[in-house]
């Protein structure tokens, strides 16, 4: 059984930095491209970052570029998520995803596991 957990959420105040991580299990970790999602309430999930197989090719939405880096761990079977410069646009629930398809191909429908995601609240 696939599981992917993420950890490392919480509250923060603009201008801090988060970083999240995501345990994965239950699947050949370097076979699946990994990603980072984020919904806000209210709205749509978006994507907000991803990572090939092994690590050396990284792609991140506009809103996030610069700001936050996805790194893997191959031999811990994780995933994170450095998340600096943080803004009050950036509160959402923040979901880990894993995907057998092109890393370039961004879309929530290219991913075939999600974790339970975890809360990121941004004050201003």
């Known amino acids: 059984q696939v599981q992917l957990v993420e950890s490392g959420g919480g509250l923060v105040q603009a201008g801090g930095s988060l970083r999240l991580s995501c345990a994965a299990s239950?699947?050949?970790?370097?076979?699946?491209?990994m990603g980072w999602f984020r919904q806000a309430p209210g709205k749509e999930r978006e994507y907000v970052a991803s990572i090939g197989r092994y690590g050396a090719i990284t792609y991140y939405a506009d809103s996030v570029k610069g700001r936050f880096t996805i790194s893997r761990d191959n031999a811990k079977n994780m995933v994170f998520l450095q998340m600096n410069s943080l803004k009050p646009d950036d509160t959402a629930a923040y979901f880990c995803?894993?995907?057998?398809?092109?890393?370039?191909?961004?879309?929530?429908?290219?991913?075939?596991?999600w974790g339970q995601g975890t809360q990121v609240t941004v004050s201003s």
């Open positions: 239950g699947l050949t970790f370097n076979d699946y491209k």
């Open positions: 995803a894993g995907g057998q398809g092109a890393v370039w191909a961004v879309g929530a429908d290219t991913y075939n596991y």
